[in-house]
Nanobody
Framework: EVYLAESGGGLVQPGASLTLSCAASGFAFGATGMTWVRRSPGAGLEWVSGIRSDDSAPRYSDSVKGRFTVSVDKSRSTVDTAYLDMSNLKSEDTYLYYC?????????????????WGLGTQVTVSS
């Protein structure tokens, strides 16, 4: 079975930290790369971070650089898990966050740039 499943979202106050997880079945992130994107009804799709399959250094959008960290745990033989550690959260980080497998993990501007998506996990930052 092929799927991506995000978890870890929630309601937090500004300045708080949160870690999102993405469990992958049927994918090896080392072969496909992985991407975090976020979406809101008013702001559209925004690429957040990605790691290419060549294990090059993770990249981040300017809006999250220095606050978010992406990593991938490949230690389990059947399921790769990606994480997005988010710190110093701001109200403008309020989005539905998705992990995805995309044609280029660090260049996503449209939904069609990615072939596989999870269902998303909501992050709301509010006091």
């Amino acid at each position: 079975e092929v799927y991506l499943a995000e978890s870890g979202g929630g309601l937090v106050q500004p300045g708080a930290s949160l870690t999102l997880s993405c469990a992958a079945s049927g994918f090896a992130f080392g072969a496909t790369g992985m991407t975090w994107v976020r979406r809101s009804p008013g702001a559209g799709l925004e690429w957040v971070s990605g790691i290419r399959s060549d294990d090059s250094a993770p990249r981040y959008s300017d809006s999250v650089k220095g606050r978010f960290t992406v990593s991938v745990d490949k230690s389990r033989s059947t399921v790769d898990t990606a994480y997005l550690d988010m710190s110093n959260l701001k109200s403008e980080d309020t989005y539905l966050y998705y992990c995805a497998v995309c044609k280029d993990a660090v260049m996503v501007t449209r939904t069609v740039d990615c072939s596989y998506w999870g269902l998303g996990t909501q992050v709301t930052v509010s006091s």
